[in-house]
């Protein structure tokens, strides 16, 4: 299923519509490949099953963090002392477990002999992420998917400016593969050097701190011939200061006119605020987005209502809401792509 740019993503998507974007997910139990530390937090997971669904950038999996080949307890009474846990209690009592799958965007994907490989890059934060560190090739790892909408790549001589920050450069990698041949530029944001999950390489001179000039310094850009320009907070690697403030500086130097603006689409996925910001400046300048949303999610397939997000109505007067201008959508079904102008943020 595609999602089109501009003002014409229909908010009133419905039951048929989300039951068709969800209609090609399977469950799968995948084997371990790699799993490779690409930076201080961050780590980068390939797994590998015998058949996937067709997959596209912008679509995402739900990750069992924990062994779901354990049995579960057969449910028993006993007695809990004050100074202990009980007797014969089951692991999940005694130490913390995600019992909830995690929602990863896919950061590529492989059709190989051996069979499907998919990539995706976490960051250690909690219970079911040092879960996912510890895995080793050969473990195994449950996912469900592919979920969610795709990203609409830009027209034939279009322009595609990828903005991602932290956990949100994945599914611009992605991205990235299917753009080969086109013009297109990244921008990868991290607070410090040792926090940017990319791949750094000599291929190119070291970025200044001041330079917004693109550079092949980036592995997972550069394999497609997509240039990069790096940013840190702190000025530890590329240019100094947020990575918003690197695409507004290229755009007003290389982006100027017109004709350049009405065929470049910016995609961007990250932190929330980085995320606004860059919907700022595009709509300033006339320059199509499209939002790749982060939200929690408890199921990823619409059940649980965790994600929702508020997004303009085409037409006040029809449901849901008669009468509200807004309503309120989910990144899991409906999304996790949005064109700008539709979220409310």
Avoid at 14 to 42: D, K, W, Y
Avoid at 181 to 191: E, I, M, N, Q, S
Avoid at 265 to 282: D, F, S
Avoid at 310 to 337: M, N
Wanted: proline letters at 8%.
């Amino acid at each position: 299923m595609e999602l089109k740019t501009g003002s014409t993503f229909d908010t009133r998507c419905g039951p048929l519509q989300s039951f068709l974007m969800l209609a090609n997910r399977v469950q799968s139990l995948t084997i371990v490949v790699t799993n490779r530390a690409l930076c201080r937090e961050h780590f980068k997971l390939t797994l590998r099953c015998d058949a996937f669904p067709v997959t596209r950038p912008g679509q995402f999996i739900q990750v069992a963090c924990r062994d779901l080949d354990r049995p579960m307890t057969a449910t028993f009474e006993f007695d809990w002392p004050v100074d202990g846990p009980p007797a014969g209690a089951a692991p999940d009592l005694l130490a913390p477990a995600a019992m909830l799958r995690r929602p990863f965007s896919l950061a590529g994907r492989r059709d190989t002999p051996a069979g499907v490989e998919l990539d995706f890059i976490h960051r250690v934060v909690g219970v079911g992420t040092r879960w996912l560190e510890q895995l080793k090739p050969g473990d195994t790892c449950n996912v469900i998917g592919p979920i969610g909408n795709v990203f609409t790549p830009p027209a034939e001589g279009g322009i595609a400016l990828l903005v991602g920050g932290g956990v949100g450069i994945p599914p611009l990698i992605y991205l990235a593969s299917i753009l080969e041949g086109r013009k297109a530029v990244a921008f990868a944001g991290a607070t410090t050097r040792d926090l940017l999950s990319l791949t750094i390489t000599d291929a190119a001179p070291a970025p200044s701190v001041e330079s917004i000039h693109p550079l092949y310094n980036i592995e997972e850009f550069a394999r497609h011939g997509i240039a990069t320009i790096a940013c840190t907070d702190d000025g530890s690697y590329g240019y100094r200061g947020y990575v918003t403030e690197a695409l507004e500086a290229y755009l007003d130097q290389w982006i100027t006119d017109n004709a350049d603006r009405n065929r470049t689409i910016i995609y961007t996925c990250g932190p929330e605020p980085m995320m606004k910001r860059v919907v700022q400046i595009a709509q300033r300048r006339n320059i199509a987005c499209q939002v790749c949303v982060e939200r929690a999610m408890a199921c990823g397939m619409g059940t649980c209502q965790s994600c929702c997000i508020k997004v303009k109505k085409p037409d006040p007067a029809r449901p849901p809401l008669p009468g509200k201008e807004w309503c309120y959508r989910l990144a899991c079904t409906d999304g996790p792509i949005f064109p700008a102008d539709v979220l409310l943020w």
